[in-house]
C-alpha cells in the first residue's frame, strides 16, 4: 500500500523557518513526482511545489517562489519543503501529493500530470506572533 | 492563472439522490480536468482524471463529463460515505488550480 506521511508542521513566528518533510512507502519514489499542496484554515486547496523524480526540475506557485525549496533524498524516499521568510498567509495544512506520472520532456517543451493520486493525511503549519 | 468556478457552492441532499456538481474554466481547458474528494482531516482523494477517467477503486457510481470550459461531476446514488467536500482541479497549465469546493451535506 502506497503512503505519505508529512512531519515538521508547528507553530512560527512571522519571518521565521520551517522544514517540513514527507516520508514515503509503497512506491518507487525516485520515479514518482511529487507535490506540495496546502489549505489555509476555510478556505479551499491551493497547489505549492512540484518536484520531478529525479529533482532536476521544479516550479513553485508565484505566492511562495524565492521563500519556499522544495527538494529530496531518493536514497530515503523523503520529500522536503524548507519554508524560510513564512508570512500569516502561509498558514495551513500542507500536504504531500504523488503525482500520476513524472515529468516528461522533449526537445521544446516539458509535460507534467499535476494529478494528484496519493495524498498525505497533511501537517498543520501556524504562522504567529 | 486560470480560474475555476463550482457551483454549487453548498448542497443538501439524501441518500439515493442523484447530484450534480459543476465546474466551469475561465479557458478552455481541454479535457485536463480532475475531481476531488476531502473529508475533514482526512487526505484528499482522487476521483476522475481526464474530465472522465474513473480513478482504480473508485466506485462506479461516481462520473466525469464535459470538455473546453465546461465540466461536471455526477454521483448516481448518494450513499452516507458522500457527504464531504468535492474539488474540481485543472492540470492544463502551470499553476494547477482548483476550484473553492462543493460542500455536499446531508438533508
Known amino acids: 500500500e502506497v503512503q505519505l506521511l508529512e512531519s515538521g508542521g508547528g507553530l512560527v513566528q512571522p519571518g521565521g523557518s520551517l522544514r517540513l518533510s514527507c516520508a514515503a512507502s509503497g512506491l518507487t519514489f525516485s520515479t514518482s513526482a511529487m507535490n506540495w499542496v496546502r489549505q489555509a484554515p476555510g478556505k479551499g486547496l491551493e497547489w505549492v511545489s512540484f518536484i520531478s523524480g529525479s529533482g532536476d526540475y521544479t516550479f513553485y506557485a508565484d505566492s511562495v517562489s524565492g521563500r519556499f525549496t522544495i527538494s529530496r533524498d531518493n536514497s530515503k524516499n523523503t520529500l522536503f519543503l524548507q519554508m524560510n521568510s513564512l508570512r500569516a498567509e502561509d498558514t495551513g495544512v500542507y500536504y504531500c501529493a504523488k503525482d500520476q506520472r513524472d515529468i516528461y520532456c522533449d526537445s521544446t517543451h516539458c509535460s507534467k500530470a499535476y494529478t494528484f493520486d496519493i495524498w498525505g493525511q497533511g501537517t498543520m503549519v501556524t504562522v504567529s506572533s | 492563472d486560470i480560474q475555476l468556478t463550482q457551483s454549487p457552492s453548498s448542497l443538501s441532499a439524501s441518500v439515493g439522490d442523484r447530484v450534480t456538481i459543476t465546474c466551469r474554466a475561465s479557458?478552455?481547458?481541454?479535457?485536463?480536468l480532475n475531481w476531488y474528494q476531502h473529508k475533514p482531516g482526512k487526505a484528499p482523494k482522487l476521483l476522475i482524471y481526464?474530465?472522465?477517467s474513473l480513478q482504480s477503486g473508485v466506485p462506479s457510481r461516481f462520473s466525469g463529463s464535459g470538455s473546453g470550459t465546461d465540466f461536471t461531476l455526477t454521483i448516481s446514488s448518494l450513499q452516507p460515505e458522500d457527504f464531504a467536500t468535492y474539488y474540481c482541479?485543472?492540470?492544463?497549465?502551470?499553476?494547477?488550480?482548483f476550484g473553492q469546493g462543493t460542500k455536499l451535506e446531508i438533508k
Open positions: 482541479q485543472q492540470n492544463f497549465r502551470t499553476p494547477p488550480t
Open positions: 481526464a474530465a472522465s
Open positions: 479557458q478552455s481547458i481541454s479535457n485536463f
